[in-house]
């Protein structure tokens, strides 16, 4: 097919593929941005008979992008640990949901989670468990698992053999662990929905009721603003800590709303939106609750 290095164009259209593969490996729309920004600066640096020696920009692009994002994770602990109370990842609005209410919604079209594709491997779920993994484990796992990129390509951003990039991506495999069945979209949002009402009417026996007993709830305030440093586990204890939570909070309002790619609940007041709720449901119940309270994390969802 020959050089395809002079393309401009083919080369600003990897934007979108590229901020998908970041967010996924760092969590964090504001990093994966910088991450890809990075990327197409080394990109414009290079001499343009560089350039046009350079057969697949594309794959040029990611693995520079993959070895940006690959060092970041590697700080990244580093940074947790001065985080004050847990990190959650940023979470994702969907935006054609706000839209119709009178041609408002989250930040402009330009912002960079308006690029990011939302399935399930953009779920808090997910991506709480990709945080688990070691940096050279999430790299391999999610450009082979989640984007198919062949393992000689990765061997390229992680600087290991293709043997040894399967095997990464394998020992993340395990950390996964066996996948259950998905719950429908439909039974996510009438559990939540459930909890959204209850909530509410602050009816702790119904919470409990949609909460599993061993269900556990994580925010993350990064200090910024008021919320419970350690999880809350147990649904009884989280049932109770919610309702405590509505009696301080007078005048927020519930909105049912997609978040990285699931129902989930969006808490405002007066229209600027506090809190981004996120579930994980299993069998009818509540199991997990990942709360963000972040503003630096919620400006996806500012008001333009």
Known sequence: MGTV?????????????????AYR???????????????????????????????SPGAWLTTVTGRICL????????RRERYVGAWLPEPLPDRTEWDGAGGTG????????????????????FLVVLESMTPAERVAFVLHDVFRYPFAEIAGVLGRTPAACKQLAASARRRVGAARTPVPATGRADVVRHVKEAWESKDIAALVGLLDPAAVMTADGGGMVGAVLRPVE???RIAQYMVAIADKAPGLELLER??????????QRDGVVMTVAAFDVSDGRVTRIWAVRNPEKLRPWAWS
């Open 5 to 21: 290095g002079s393309s401009t164009d083919g080369v600003a259209g990897e934007r979108r593929q590229l901020i998908n593969v």
């Open 258 to 267: 997609t978040v990285n790619g699931v129902p989930g609940l969006v808490a």
């Open 71 to 78: 060092d970041l994770l590697g700080s990244a602990r580093a």
């Open 106 to 125: 989250p930040a402009g079209p330009a912002d960079p989670a308006d690029q990011i594709v939302l399935d399930e491997s953009v779920s808090m779920a």
């Open 234 to 236: 147990g649904g009884a």
């Open 25 to 55: 490996l760092l969590g964090s729309v504001t990093e994966a941005e910088d991450a890809v920004q990075d990327a197409y600066a080394r990109w414009y640096g290079l001499p343009r008979s560089r350039q046009e020696e350079i057969l």
